[in-house]
């Protein structure tokens, strides 16, 4: 797979459609974050679910990309509805910037590539930031945050993570690990669709 198939000339139509895919797809990607993120609530695995978020979320943020027109408004969009939800639910409004940085990153990556496969990759791994941003308020707003973990866990939780925010360490390696998930699981989406999407036409 050397290129993800664009989906056609631009009009009102296809800025439609884009829309619609940035709903459903965004929506897939908070279900999905929200899922793996339940393995971070035992406290050793707080700093690895980034990264699975970017194994198991690649192959739909793949055909996500496959399927849209305006990369640069789509993924900005995406990453905004993924902000707007984390902060709905009582994370810190960093987590809206963070993940409009990666939104525009991300579409920036896929404009310039041409949608190429190393350019879809960068853009996996920007939109990457965005999740991976949910423990930087431990370290820009600690008190915040750890009121939020306080109403959701117990104390020995709250505990491990007010240790954890001494060091900076755990947030590089959330980060780190957000981008390797995404750089592995972008080889295995490539493997999927070429197996298995390019006969319906998502690649070529």
Same mark, same amino acid.
């Given at each position: 797979m050397s290129n993800i198939r664009t989906t056609g000339k631009k009009s009102s139509n296809t800025l439609v459609r884009d829309l619609v895919n940035v709903g459903i797809f965004g929506a897939l990607y908070v279900i999905i974050s929200f899922l793996v993120a339940f393995i971070g609530y035992i406290p050793v695995f707080i700093v690895i679910v980034c990264g699975l978020v970017g194994?198991?979320?690649?192959?739909?943020?793949?055909?996500?990309?496959?399927?849209?027109?305006?990369?640069?408004? #789509?993924?900005?969009?995406?990453?905004?509805?993924?902000?707007?939800?984390?902060?709905?639910?009582?994370?810190? %409004?960093?987590?809206?910037?963070?993940?409009?940085?990666?939104?525009l990153l991300a579409g920036i990556a896929l404009h310039v590539s041409?949608?190429?496969? %190393?350019?879809?990759?960068?853009?996996?791994?920007?939109?990457?930031?965005?999740?991976?941003?949910?423990?930087?308020?431990? %370290?820009?707003?600690?008190?915040?945050?750890?009121?939020?973990?306080?109403?959701? #866990?117990?104390e020995e939780y709250v505990a491990y993570m007010t240790n954890l925010g001494q060091s900076y360490w755990p947030l590089v390696v959330e980060f780190g690990l957000g981008f390797i998930g995404c750089f592995i699981g972008s080889f295995i989406a490539k493997r999927v669709m070429k197996k298995h999407f390019e006969r319906i036409g998502i690649t070529k």
């Open positions: 194994l198991v979320a690649s192959i739909p943020v793949f055909v996500f990309f496959a399927k849209i027109d305006r990369p640069l408004l #789509c993924c900005t969009l995406f990453c905004f509805l993924f902000g707007m939800v984390m902060f709905l639910t009582g994370h810190d %409004w960093t987590i809206i910037a963070m993940s409009v940085l990666g939104g041409k949608k190429s496969f %190393w350019g879809c990759t960068l853009a996996n791994m920007a939109i990457s930031i965005a999740p991976s941003s949910m423990i930087l308020p431990l %370290w820009t707003n600690t008190e915040q945050y750890l009121e939020l973990a306080a109403s959701m #866990c117990d």
